[in-house]
């Protein structure tokens, strides 16, 4: 599994990244477009396109603990990312509306996400106390883990494509 106190630490850095996103949003066309282009797929695609996303994003989080701070910038950036979306998507719908397209999913994909960052941290863990090649035998002592994620992640994908093609 993971260590609490790294699962903490990524739950305070994604926070941080959310109330930045919330008060500060940042210009989000590039997903508009990515979200466009999603979106003109059949759902199987539009749901294999998400999936593929979110697995490359906690993948990289996982083995990006071989750097360190890969984890926690991961973290914060789907923060600001998330805040901005709600603080933008909140001008154009209501609050409850833009809580309906996110959380259904959202209960699912963040959960993965904050999971894999902190599998990150471990792997920067193990980097610091026992070096390089220490880590890199461990990362498969994670896949147990990584397998709930792509559970999770998988859900996600569905309820997500389901509440996309409910809305176009």
């Excluded at 902190?118 to 896949?143: C, I, P, Q, T």
Aim: charged share 5%; glycine share 6%; proline share 5%.
């Amino acid at each position: 599994m993971t260590r609490p106190s790294h699962l903490a630490i990524v739950l305070f850095t994604f926070t941080l990244g959310l109330l930045l996103g919330l008060s500060a949003p940042i210009n989000i066309s590039q997903l508009q477009e990515i979200a466009s282009y999603a979106l003109a797929l059949p759902p199987v695609g539009f749901m294999l396109y998400i999936l593929a996303n979110n697995l490359f994003v906690t993948l990289i989080a996982v083995i990006g603990g071989l750097i360190a701070v890969t984890p926690l910038f991961i973290a914060f950036v789907n923060g600001v990312v998330i805040g901005s979306v709600v603080t933008i998507a909140t001008s154009y719908y209501s609050l409850p509306e833009v809580l309906w397209l996110i959380l259904p999913h959202g209960v699912f994909e963040i959960p993965a996400l904050l999971l894999a960052c902190s599998l990150g941290l471990d792997v920067a863990h193990d980097v610091v106390n026992h070096g390089f090649m220490y880590a890199w035998a461990r990362l498969g002592e994670k896949l147990q883990t990584y397998i709930l994620i792509i559970i999770l992640l998988i859900i996600a994908a569905i309820i997500e494509t389901c509440i996309a093609y409910y809305r176009a």
